[in-house]
């Protein structure tokens, strides 16, 4: 990613690294009368088994606040999981305004046998500006098989509510959930924790002890 530029002199080095980004991005330059440089952009990293990436996920930089004051530059999205798909955009855009912050770095690495990227979005765009555009900055797809990742665990199921419709959360509600996430059936579900009141706690102790987790 570059750093935010200044108005006037050479543009400030570009760093970080396009295979393993991992940085913030730098605030812009300040301007004439006290106005500011923009903040830099995020740094925003998912470790998953499954990503979904729908809708927006940005680390841009945000404008300079008035004349003469740089954008600052992109910080780093960084997506790792072996199951990946969705329609979002990953942005890490500099920021505009009279001087444009560089772009940052976007990556996302997946299996490709197991993933559906097609509908992804990435983006590292500099900034607009009008005394000066910000660089672009760099984005990448890269396949990984799933090995490298390691074996997926179990999902864990989500915390049962009432499942059989008798608005009350019980014993019967968890016999059910558990039973579904499992495939068969588990009988005698009473009160795991012993502090007398059947609560999610107790829930969450049962499905944590019959999955292992």
């Given at each position: 990613?570059?750093?935010?530029?200044?108005?006037?002199?050479?543009?400030?080095?570009?760093?970080?690294?396009?295979?393993?980004?991992?940085?913030?991005?730098?605030?812009?330059?300040?301007?004439?009368?006290?106005?500011?440089?923009g903040d830099g952009g995020g740094w925003i990293r998912v470790r998953a088994n499954d990503a979904v990436l729908n809708g927006a996920m940005s680390a841009s930089g945000a404008p300079g606040t008035g004349w003469q004051a740089g954008g600052g530059s992109g910080g780093t999205i960084d997506v790792q999981a072996p199951v990946v798909h969705g329609t979002?955009?990953?942005?890490?855009?500099?920021?505009?305004?009279?001087?444009?912050?560089?772009?940052?770095?976007?990556?996302?690495?997946?299996?490709?046998?197991?993933?559906?990227?097609?509908?992804?979005?990435?983006?590292?765009?500099?900034?607009?500006?009008?005394?000066?555009?910000?660089?672009?900055?760099?984005?990448?797809?890269?396949?990984?098989?799933?090995?490298?990742?390691?074996?997926?665990?179990?999902?864990?199921?989500?915390?049962?509510?009432?499942?059989?419709?008798?608005?009350?959360?019980?014993?019967?509600?968890?016999?059910?959930?558990?039973?579904?996430?499992?495939?068969?059936?588990?009988?005698?579900?009473?009160?795991?924790?012993?502090?007398?009141?059947?609560?999610?706690?107790?829930?969450?102790?049962?499905?944590?002890?019959?999955?292992?987790?």
């Amino acid at each position: 990613m570059s750093r935010a530029r200044k108005l006037e002199g050479t543009p400030n080095p570009v760093y970080g690294n396009a295979d393993h980004p991992a940085a913030l991005g730098s605030g812009g330059s300040g301007g004439g009368v006290g106005n500011a440089g923009g903040d830099g952009g995020g740094w925003i990293r998912v470790r998953a088994n499954d990503a979904v990436l729908n809708g927006a996920m940005s680390a841009s930089g945000a404008p300079g606040t008035g004349w003469q004051a740089g954008g600052g530059s992109g910080g780093t999205i960084d997506v790792q999981a072996p199951v990946v798909h969705g329609t979002g955009l990953l942005a890490a855009d500099g920021g505009g305004n009279e001087v444009g912050g560089g772009g940052g770095r976007v990556r996302v690495l997946y299996d490709p046998t197991l993933s559906d990227v097609s509908g992804l979005t990435l983006r590292a765009a500099g900034g607009p500006g009008q005394w000066g555009v910000g660089q672009p900055g760099t984005t990448r797809l890269v396949t990984q098989p799933e090995s490298i990742f390691g074996p997926i665990p179990p999902k864990q199921p989500e915390m049962p509510a009432d499942v059989n419709g008798d608005k009350r959360l019980d014993s019967r509600d968890v016999q059910l959930a558990v039973n579904a996430a499992l495939g068969f059936k588990v009988e005698g579900l009473k009160d795991p924790n012993g502090d007398g009141v059947f609560n999610a706690l107790d829930v969450q102790i049962v499905v944590n002890a019959v999955l292992g987790f």
